[in-house]
């Protein structure tokens, strides 16, 4: 691991990224939490908790990050989101699904918690 790199990824991964975190259940109807970044494509993490999928998505954030400079890749910029209120949200984009759900995007959540 090149440390030189290793840094420059955590100085990037400090960066305001948007974070979007889902309920979610097990097959058995646990609970567990899927935090995600819509700018970061892949880069995801999971918790008992939202503040522990939080958590650990800022640790998966910088990995994520580190492998894009390894790979010569380049590492989007965090974008600024606007977040609707739930009732504008479900006015817009009904309850559907899961299955049928489209990504969300642009800050219409569905089922889901917004940190920004």
């Not at 819509?38 to 880069?43: I, K, M, V």
């Not at 999928?53 to 954030?61: G, M, P, T, V, Y």
Request: net charge negative; charged share 30%; glycine share 4%.
């Amino acid at each position: 691991m090149d440390d030189k790199q290793w840094r420059k990824a955590e100085q990037l991964a400090a960066r305001p990224y948007f974070t979007i975190i889902n309920r979610e259940e097990t097959e058995k109807g646990g609970r567990y939490y899927v935090a995600t970044h819509p700018d970061l494509s892949g880069c995801r993490a999971d918790g008992q908790t939202p503040e522990e999928a939080k958590q650990e998505l800022a640790k998966a954030r910088v990995d994520f990050i580190y492998f894009l400079l390894e790979d010569n890749l380049t590492v989007p910029d965090p974008k600024t989101y606007e977040v609707k209120s739930k009732a504008e949200q479900f006015e817009k984009y009904p309850i559907i699904p899961k299955q049928e759900r489209p990504i969300p995007h642009v800050g219409y959540i569905v089922e889901a918690l917004v940190i920004a």
